[in-house]
Nanobody
Framework: QVQLVESGGGLVQAGGSLRLSCAASANIFKLSYMGWYRQPPGNQRELVAG???????NYADSVKGRFTISRDNAKNTVYLQMNSLKPEDTAVYYC??????????WGQGTQVTVSS
């Protein structure tokens, strides 16, 4: 059973920064696409950023140039550096471990609140 533990959320003023971390309990992390998703209040969950096992990244248009996803395979950890935060970035953020051909695993979520 794979467990994902997220940390780093909190309350920040607009224009500020936060860094989210997600640590995986299993080495399947090294073989897996990792994604950060978010779910704003009253809205559906959406992909924010993703990174392949080789380090190729993709981003939602709304966060390009402000957010950076990275991974440390030695630590089984994925990060999301969030800069220039906006009130519309307020959401619960989830990390997902998505190995090809297998089920997805999700973290418990961490709240990010950006005040104006």
């Amino acid at each position: 059973q794979v467990q994902l533990v997220e940390s780093g959320g909190g309350l920040v003023q607009a224009g500020g920064s936060l860094r989210l971390s997600c640590a995986a309990s299993a080495n399947i992390f090294k073989l897996s696409y990792m994604g950060w998703y978010r779910q704003p209040p009253g809205n559906q969950r959406e992909l924010v950023a993703g990174i392949t096992r080789s380090g190729t990244t993709n981003y939602a248009d709304s966060v390009k140039g402000r957010f950076t996803i990275s991974r440390d395979n030695a630590k089984n950890t994925v990060y999301l550096q969030m800069n220039s935060l906006k009130p519309e970035d307020t959401a619960v953020y989830y990390c997902a471990l998505q190995p090809v051909g297998l089920r997805d695993y999700w973290g418990q979520g961490t709240q990010v609140t950006v005040s104006s």
